[in-house]
């Protein structure tokens, strides 16, 4: 359905003005970036249209290539990045603290190496082209690499944690106000190995909330479920074995939808029996604390069931062991949690903030979502913001006997989903993205190469400095950067002083205005007292 | 409710004849999606319960993908990478004194973006398989996606200090030995805008030393020429215009090759005139330090090209500026210097150390390459591990009018090269990946809820803790991964200890043998000792 040139101008016209006013309003840069987006991909289509009809020139001028990053992807500035790396520095350090290292794979994997390992979104996958030889894929996330990884290096690696943060591709539709892109960082936690029962599954779950506290990202609920657990459910209500994962990936999307759409799906959609679906609906509702458990174990025809027995008695280590670490108060148990992807097998977790839900879901777990007043559209939040579970025979897949697999557990910090909530509560503008502690300055005749030299001695003393890369540069020019960048201190320096042996240091944070101001220092006692200041 | 081997063979029958009458009927490319997401759901059920029952071999001898990353890709262990971690560090801090930022481009660009900026070898970036959309390749560099990120956010950005250290993908010839891979590390920092002259470049050189200092990689010599300065010689010379780039090409190849194989390039394969060809040689043997610049500057059919004056001046500058920075002793300046990058439109360097040549070529600069007895074959040593200069027009390629121009200075410091020096001087088995400072012990009875309780501690001290996921380890289990992970201190505990409120410290670094030795400290008073004894 190809767009008239006038309707596609009109819209053009009406998104332009749409950027506009919300840039004039000082809107949500997440929201003027997404808007900002939608007219490019606006104008790029104009321009392939006028290029499919000869028109190209007179769009784009000269150049015959479009000036954007491709589709679902974005360059990050300077602040954004300052931002971003005290995420992750924050994380690592988490990771650090129990014991974590890291390791590194290559961005594309052989083909065959992802096939088969993501079920329905496999088809979100990027190829690269066929130049002759292997097939490869992009990673799609960094946990069947990490499997893969330890196939290959088993023997050396039967036990091992370690986080990974890096890029994951993913040819989706993209979001970009919450965040969803087409590339995208995952940061995942993992412990490889055999131990005794939910030791490492519960020093997971304490690592992932042990992050969220140093992110600061506010109140947050760990919803916990047991694979096996739902497994029972699904046998004992009557779900036929090759149903089971479609119907738990229908269970998974109770947080977004109504139980009737739900059913609905696994109804209509994948052909469940309206009564089984019935049963199924009366034990996913349920959630609640340690209580919850006990009243699970007081049921018979789960603690009947080999799987449910299973994954009840894991669920009741875990509430021990999180409660002595100290994190029990953020669970909440909840059999709806079934997470989408088909290698769990046990314990799975998923944690949300308020800014993961809509309002109206907020503050309480009670709320009627069949309510007729309840706004379906607007519920989706940016979702969970740290996930995982434990999957025990991924890395089996890979291996060539029994003896290759070593079981896993781990989490993913949605460091994406942290950064759009952490954004919307700081001023972008305000971030000091470069970390200059001193400006050398000239007050007259530029000076330039005793600026040289100065900065010269300060980066010699590990001190971070900059100056100005003109022959004549203007007073006011120069204490503007320094007002432009934050920077703390300035050096000082005239022709008078230079022949006298001193420098001034000025703290440029205080309120002195012009070029006065600051302390006059011996020249061969100006990195000690800057050193002073810097506190170093 | 299990299925039976033989009912769901004939299921997965059914249903594979399904798909492919869907298939073959294009039906509705979801439908299709969804009937083989329940064909591999099936697949998997087989594939379980034949593990199950000891089958495994038989239908895993179906998994016919290699276990390997694909060509020319590695992964990197945790010892590897934490030496990687600290050579990034070392790095970017000597780019943070500097004053620079950091700023992310995607991992892939448009096709357009890169087609036309890399010459003859744009035959080796990897294109992205057309699924529907825009056409994108791996980014080849990081300087391209620099200049294009500058051309789109130009008006925010008419200066900035950036660098990246990113991943960039070249279909070359793998030399896993030599540190050459498909996938690798660039290391970028760039300084853009319209400054002064020569004063941003000298700042680009310096840094450059200071990073090679940093990294104590040992003696380097940076060898710096002038684009300008060659143009002119080449002019001087009587090489026609067009045949510029490529002679300049062949000059590139004299540090590899004698200067007879390069005239035979010269003359045989790109046609120039022997005579022609003599005469360069006579000016590209010439190197040496600032007593080089002033021989040129007393010749006169230098000085009387405009190319060759005006690269003549800026060396002036550039000298100058370096004896002021402190590096000028690193410094040759070297005729034969050309660079093989097309963009680079001014001052040119590269560093080398005696890694980068082979042993015979290494002390000495008047080594003569045309003896018999040198051997070209050994002589290809890691190459240059630092490279950069000016490059004038690439943003310019990018914009839709000349004000849209940046001029850039940059230098990239070859981490792979570097690395590859590294890591034969260390160990890597004695490389310390983890920063584990505590391993928690218990002497008897397993006391894994006491161990669990005192790392919960210790973690919330923001200590860096561990213990052993067993309920009952061995005692001997625990003192060995202290000595594997180098844990510098071990907290012992025994029910006795715990019932008198005290707990053991012991330097495990200490020679102390068996469970006895340490220091019993009262529980509450862990903290405080093991802070004191971490110097935190």
Known sequence: MEETKESLKAKIKIQGEKVRTLKAQNADPNLVTAEVAVLLELQNLQKRQASLTGEESTVKGKNKFTL??????RDYNEKEMAVREKVFSTIISVFKKHGAVTIDTPVFELKEILAGKYGEDSKLIYDLEDQGGEKCSLRYDLTVPFARFLAINGTQYQ????YQIAKVYRRDQPAMTKGRLREFYQCDFDVAGVFDPMIADSEVVKIMCECLDALEIGKYTVKINHRKILDGIFQIC?????????????????????WEEVKREMTEEKNLNPDTADRIGEYVKLKGGRELLEQLLQMQELTANKNAKSGLDDMALLFNYLEIFGVLDKILFDLSLARGLDYYT???????????????????MQI????????????VGVGSIAAGGRYDNLVGMFASNKKGNIPCVGASIGVERVLSILLQKIELDRVKANEVEVYVIAVADGLLEDRMKICSELWNAGIKAEFMYKNKPKLQAQFSVCDRDQIPFAVIIGRDELNRGVVRIKDMRSKEQGEGGGTS???DEMIIELRKRLGK
Chains 1, 2 share one sequence.
């Open 238 to 258: 009557g779900v036929p074995d090759e149903k089971i994962r479609p119907i738990s990936s229908a269970v998974d999307k109770l947080d977004k939808l109504p």
């Open 368 to 379: 009627n979502q069949n309510s007729k007043d309840f706004d379906y559209e607007s519920t």
């Open 346 to 364: 046990g314990v799975i977790y998923e944690a949300v903030t308020e800014q993961s839900r809509p309002p109206k879901l907020g503050d309480s």
């Open 159 to 162: 036990n091992i944690k370690r």
């Open 68 to 73: 954007k990053t491709p589709k679902g992807t």
């Open 521 to 523: 220092v011996k020249r």
